[in-house]
């Protein structure tokens, strides 16, 4: 039953759809950077989870002022564009290279009166970064199996996180999916401020000006090859990969001057109970940088109570 909430989900079995998809969600996501109003930390970029799929959440176009949101619904398998009128439009995902997916986008917004669009409209951080999207007929895989698996991982780990978040009152960021590295994440804050050097690039500056710890999964990359659950204390505390961690088969990864504690989706996948190997490794890696970071006791809870009564 375990094996069948996390299926076997290898890098190499889907790389070509994860690769398509992802660039689907970049342009999806530098729409909403265009268009979603500023928050602290970059919390305004990121995307949240539906009941079928994800959503960047209504935004609101510069221009026009129509309000609308971009959704991808992962069990029709097609995108979808609202806006608040009422007015949509959807096409199907599958069958699309990147170039047409960009070129369907643009034309359902325009049509919409929406003229939003990706300030630079190529991939980020990813090896054809200087190739625009409307170029790009190279990725086009789209294996509906495989996402519907990415979708079914996606919410199961994204639940785990609300669970782990529920142990803490302090700030902490909602769960988010982060489009730029295609992985799922929740951040706790202790507001120390953290003062970067002025060279650092204004993204790095404003994502991390207070003190975190943040916990979450990807599904593999050419770095690091596998689908792995992940947590990271920011700035490193000394003698953080020292501390144990739970259970058995996570370790510290080394990642050139800082560290990552890495949980392998292989393991927790055959484990009897996987919700609870999760929450052990999340809750071990946040025990080891807020131990020695010295962050405050009273900003934890259980369970998501603070009334000291009902508590």
Known sequence: MAEEQYPAFPLDAWRPTKETVHRFLQIAGKIRLAAGPQRNHWWHVPFHLTGNGITTRPMRDPVSRQMFTIDFDFVGHRLLIR????????????GRSVADFYDATTTALTDLGIEARPHIPRPFDLPDADRPFAQDTEHHAYDQDAVSTYWRILSRVAMELEVAAADYAGKI???????????VAVTRFSDRHIDSDPS??????????????SSGFWFGDDDTPEPAFYSYTAPEPEGLAARPLAPDAARWLDRGGSHMALLPYEAVRSAPDPGAEIQAFYHSAYRAGADLAGWPP???CSHGVTDPVLA
């Not at 650092?200 to 710890?213: G, L």
């Open 83 to 94: 806006t608040l009128t009422g007015d949509e439009i959807a096409f199907p995902l599958a």
């Open 173 to 183: 960021s909602p769960v988010h999916h982060f489009w730029h590295t295609m992985d």
């Open 298 to 300: 009273e900003r934890e």
């Open 200 to 213: 650092t690039d204004p993204v790095t500056r404003e994502a991390y000006s207070r003190e975190v710890i």
